[in-house]
Every structure is written in C-alpha cells, then in structure tokens.
C-alpha cells in the first residue's frame, strides 16, 4: 500500500513538472510573438493638431484662470493663463474659439501708434492700416495668410459701457478687439492687459473705446480737432485644424503652426531679430527692393543713451543737414556697408492739416542710407523717448517722439531726444545662423 502511494506522488510530481515546463514554453513563445509584431508594427499615437491640443480636457476649467467653455465654444479668462501663439513672427494671445473651431488671436503688444480716425471705423485709418489695401501694412506682412487665415466678424457697434450685445458688424481680414470682448475676458484683470493704451474697435457717444494704461475703459480721444494717437494691436482669426508643429501655449514654448526653410534674410519673418555690424537689429519692413530693419535700442555712446535735437531750424528730415547728416554720415560709417542699399525715407506731416491720416506721410519721401522711423511703423513701441522722422507742419514745427503707454507727442526739433536708426539691406543677404529670436539672432554672413 506504501508502495502505491509512493508511486502516485511522483508522478503527480512529475505532471507538475510538466505543466511548469509547458507554461514556461507557452510564456517565452507568446514573449517572443508580441515582441516582434510590436517591432513590425510599432504602436503610432495620434498627433493632435492645433484645436485638439488647445481644447484637451485638462486645459479646461470652471473657476479658475484659463479656457472655458461656452454653449457655442471656447473663451479664455482672467490674466494666469497659457495661451500664447506665434505666428509670422508675431506673438499672439488666443482669445476664444467659436464653434466652427476657427481660433481668433490678438497681438501680445501693440505694434504701431495711430490715430484711430476721425470718422466710423469703416473709414478709420486703423482699419486701413490693418488690412490689405493700397497703404495697408500688418496683412502684408502676414505669412501665407490664405493658408492660415479665415474671414472675422469684428463689432464694430456704437456701445456704452455696459452693453453686452453686439448689432453692427464688419467682416474683415483683420480687425481689433471689442469692448464686449475684453469685458468677457476678465477686463484689466485680465492676460488683455498690458499697462498701456490701445484702442478697442467700437464707438461711443462721446468719442472712441480705449484701453487705459491701468487696464480701465476710456472714450476720450480727441480735443476739438486734435485726435490722440494709441496702440494698436491687431486681431484676426485662424483656421483651428492646422497643424501644431511644436509648443505648449506658454510664454516660453508658445503654439508654433510654421516652419522656416530658407536661409535668405528676405524669407525671414518681419520682427525677427537680426545681428549685423556688431548691433542687434529688428526686420520691420519687407519690399521687392531692401529689407528694412530698426536697431533694437537707441544708439549708445560711452554705453549711455545718445540724445541729441533733431535740428536747431527744421523738422524735416535731411540727409545734408542736422540728426540726417549724423545718421548719414559719422553713424553711418561706423557699420559694416556690405550689406547695406538705399532705401526710401517718408517725410511727410501728420497732423490735421491731413486729419491725422498716416496714409499721407507717403506724399513726401528722400532716399537715403540711414533712416527714422516713422508713424505707421511696426514694432514701434519697443523703446520709448525716441525722434521719429514724422513730422507736424512747417508752421508749427514739430517733430513727433514715442512715449511710454503708446502715445506719440510732438516735440520741438530743438529739444534732445535719444535715436533710434533704421537701415535698409539687400535682399540677397545670407543668413549664417541664428534663430531670429531676440536671445539668438540672425548672424548675416
């Protein structure tokens, strides 16, 4: 009896054994199957485009600063938020999304000082400023904007301060932000605002919508007939399906939706930051004949803010005579000429002899090495206490001058102020190196 039980135990051993053994072979050989198929056929995770990565369920929320969400899409509140895109050079803030996911956007900074107009928006030099017409400047300097933008209805109402709907509408390339908007965004509590005054696109009875430079609404913006010039900054509408090729929304890795190729200075985005003759340099125009660039500061002597007056008899720009002499001349030849075209100077006035319109600064115009710049001027409010070479008229004698919060003042030509040169170069210019970026610019070769 012993011994049969003896027996039954080892092969119950045995048949253990052999269990073990299939398990292990059935568990190498199933490895060895998910192995290779992963390696034949690699797991692809989805690239989300633009509007998927902005409106992923964890950037949204209820209560606190960032996306929310609407009946018809989304808006962006209060001042914390990640919601930075760059775009044509350009840094831009996303404000809303409607429900054709179409992602509207506003400059992160005003890009120029204008007088809005004098008359309705339809007829407002900002709107012709901002659009594609014959002295029409940020749509022209917009990337493929075909490819990226979509039509926008901009409120162009006459409104009170407490109005939250809209009537009149104006269908544009581009345009500027509401007062409803910016209410609905958090107002100056909000990412809107930037410390300065820029205009707002909607009429009031008393005048026209502002923001101040402590964030509030004003509608002051004239005195009889002299009409005060704010910021700009422009708002257009993007397409939401197109690609994301890189970033997060923050300030450091904003949305990038383009790529760059080319090597050539010409290709380059208008506000890139470029290196040339030992100074660092900003592209503010592009043309079929030079690419035009502002120093990124004032000049500097001794390491301090060269000032001096424009001239002691005149405030029109002259390249044999005054500030245009020394720009033409003892600056002049501190640079490197290489590189270096004559470009066109506008010098006409802008005061309300041509009611305040910057298209007629155009009317007047001399060629030159070295420039100013002038009203109209992208990126002119990077720097502050600077000549321009815009003018009031010769019986008043006046040179403006850019202020901090984004006003111009008219000063006389015989007062010191710093300068701010513009040059202009060849369009076969070779990029070396560099980003564009502020921190890493272009190095021309």
């Known amino acids: 009896m012993k011994k049969k039980k003896g027996k039954l135990k080892i092969q119950n051993i045995i048949i253990c054994l052999n269990i073990v053994i299939l398990l292990a072979i059935t568990c190498f050989y199933a490895y060895r199957l998910i192995h290779f198929y992963r390696i034949e056929n690699p797991k692809t995770t989805k690239k989300l485009n633009l509007i998927e990565t902005i409106t992923l369920k964890k950037n949204i929320t209820t209560i606190e600063d960032g996306l929310y969400k609407e009946d018809d899409g989304y808006i962006f509140k209060g001042n914390k938020v990640n919601n930075y895109l760059k775009y044509s050079g350009y840094l831009f803030r996303i404000v809303s999304i409607d429900k054709d996911n179409n992602i509207k956007l506003i400059t992160d900074e005003s890009l120029t000082n204008l007088v809005w107009g004098i008359d309705d928006y339809k007829t407002s030099y900002v709107k012709n400023w901002l659009n594609n017409t014959s002295n029409g400047v940020f749509y022209k300097s917009l990337n493929n904007p075909d490819n990226y933008l979509v039509d926008t209805n901009f409120c162009i109402d006459t409104l009170d301060s407490n109005d939250i709907k809209c009537k009149e509408i104006q269908n544009d390339s581009v345009g500027l932000l509401s007062l409803i908007e910016y209410k609905n965004a958090g107002g100056s509590k909000s990412y809107l605002n930037k410390n300065n005054y820029w205009w707002l696109s909607n009429t009031s009875s008393e005048g026209v919508w502002f923001v101040y430079n402590d964030g509030k609404l004003n509608d002051v913006s004239s005195l009889g007939k002299e009409y005060y010039s704010y910021g700009v900054r422009p708002v257009i509408t993007i397409k939401g399906d197109i690609d994301l090729i890189s970033g997060e929304g923050t300030l450091e890795k904003p949305y990038v939706i383009e790529q760059e ?28 004949s030079y690419i035009r660039l502002a120093l990124d500061g004032v000049i500097k002597q001794n390491d301090e803010d060269y000032e001096r007056s424009f001239s002691n ?3 029109v720009y002259s390249i044999n005579s005054a500030i245009g002499y020394y720009l033409n001349n003892n600056f002049y030849e501190t640079l490197d000429h290489t590189n270096m075209v ?33 009203v109209g001027d992208l990126f002119i409010n990077d720097y502050s206490d600077y000549f321009l070479v815009s003018r009031t008229s010769t019986y008043i004698g006046t040179i403006y001058k850019v202020e901090k919060d984004n006003n111009l003042y008219a000063d006389l030509p015989s007062n010191k102020a710093k300068i701010r040169p513009t040059i202009f170069l060849d369009l076969s210019s070779q990029v070396k190196s560099g980003n564009g970026e502020k921190e890493n610019p272009y190095i021309i070769g």
Do not use: P
């Open 261 to 288: 190729s080319s090597n050539l200075l010409k290709d380059k985005n208008i506000g890139s930051y470029v290196n040339y003759s030992n100074n660092n340099w900003r592209i503010i125009e592009k043309n079929d």
């Open 342 to 374: 004559t470009g066109t100077i506008y010098t006409n006035r802008y005061d309300s002899t041509v009611d305040f319109d910057y298209s007629k600064i155009f009317d007047n115009k001399i060629e030159a090495k070295v420039g100013m710049m002038q």
């Open 313 to 315: 008899n005149s405030n």
